[in-house]
């Protein structure tokens, strides 16, 4: 009986073991398949909401180009513009979240939020943030050719003296050009013909064209026409002057009391991306958006490389999109 219990026992105490081994081996082989795969082992597409020759085209081919050397795949820029921006966000929010699909979203999307009645995505719970790339002071600037001010003082007497015949050109309803525009309009009050554009490249053609009279635009288009003295810059749209137009005053320094609007540029991916992917862009890129050359190609448009986690992006999306939907409902701009 003691030979015959302890056989059974051992027998008992074997087979758990056999059982144990085999649970831990699926456990093993249950995390080895959870695991993402490789990544990435394809091309990666970077979608752009403006179209080609804007800030948000420019910036997004700069970082596409240093990112496709630091993952060893080709990140290619793909221009889905309308809708004030809103239309690549929501093919993004919707694409599958599994890296190979991502935006550079811009300021106007925590506006677009207030703005727009209703937007078929929810930018803060449809997509994943991953670092802001750079911040772009916005310029005011005139056509010489057709608007003779050479100040902010001299466009608000040429505004008020003509109400509704000025156009400001902007990059869509919703962005922060039109956003920039009416609190402008509030300030110093004027009235002013708003014209809404698919982007800064056309835009800045019609502005050099003369079929607008000025606009709110970043540095970035602009910068070279400013320079070139087609066009004439009057303020920046920041607290602080901008490093490549140091003699050009803010509107704040021009009598506009708590004008502080600039528009930072960042890369978000679907909201399900695999963390792991999401940490791997983020170092990736903030790697790139400190290295000396791509700070350097930064300034020379007039851009202020940022970076930083997103946690930072995160927070910076939720308290502007609070602030901008108060200067959206004070203004009273609103689209179907």
């Known amino acids: 009986m003691t030979a015959f219990t302890f056989t059974r026992g051992a027998r008992r105490r074997r087979t758990m073991l056999q059982a144990g081994a085999m649970a831990l081996g699926l456990g093993v082989a249950g995390l080895a398949f959870a695991q993402p795969a490789a990544w990435p082992t394809r091309p990666i597409s970077l979608v752009v909401p403006f179209p080609a020759g804007g800030t948000t085209d420019v910036l997004a081919r700069a970082l596409a180009d240093k990112l496709s050397q630091s993952l060893g795949q080709p990140v290619v820029v793909e221009s889905k513009p309308g809708a004030g921006a809103t239309l690549g966000a929501d093919y993004v929010a919707k694409a599958r979240p599994d890296g190979y699909t991502l935006l550079m979203g811009a300021v106007h999307h925590t506006i677009a939020t207030s703005v727009y009645k209703k937007l078929p995505y929810d930018f803060q719970k449809d997509l994943a943030p991953i670092t802001v790339v750079a911040m772009v002071p916005n310029v005011l600037v005139v056509n010489p050719a057709n608007t003779p001010a050479r100040n902010v003082a001299e466009l608000v007497a040429l505004a008020k003296a003509a109400p509704e015949k000025l156009a400001y050109g902007s990059n869509g309803n919703g962005t922060a050009q039109h956003l920039i525009g009416t609190q402008f309009q509030a300030s110093t009050g004027t009235t002013l013909l708003h014209v809404p554009y698919k982007g800064s490249g056309p835009l800045t053609t019609d502005l050099l064209g003369g079929q607008v009279a000025m606009s709110f635009d970043t ?83 007039g851009a202020e490389p940022l970076g930083g986690s997103p946690d930072d992006m995160a927070r910076q999306i939720r308290e502007e999109t609070d602030r901008f939907a108060k200067l959206v409902k004070e203004g009273g701009v609103a689209i179907e």
């Not at 791997?280 to 958006?289: D, F, P, S, T």
């Open 219 to 301: 540095i970035t288009p602009v910068l070279q026409h400013i320079k070139g003295g087609k066009l004439r810059a009057l303020a920046v749209t920041t607290a602080r002057r901008s490093s490549v137009l140091p003699d050009v005053p803010t509107l704040e320094e021009a009598g506009l009391k708590g004008f502080d609007i600039g528009t930072w540029f960042g890369v978000l991916a679907p909201a399900a991306t695999p963390r792991e992917i999401v940490a791997r862009l983020n170092a990736e890129m903030v790697k790139i958006i400190k290295s000396p050359d791509f700070v350097q190609r930064m300034q020379a448009i």
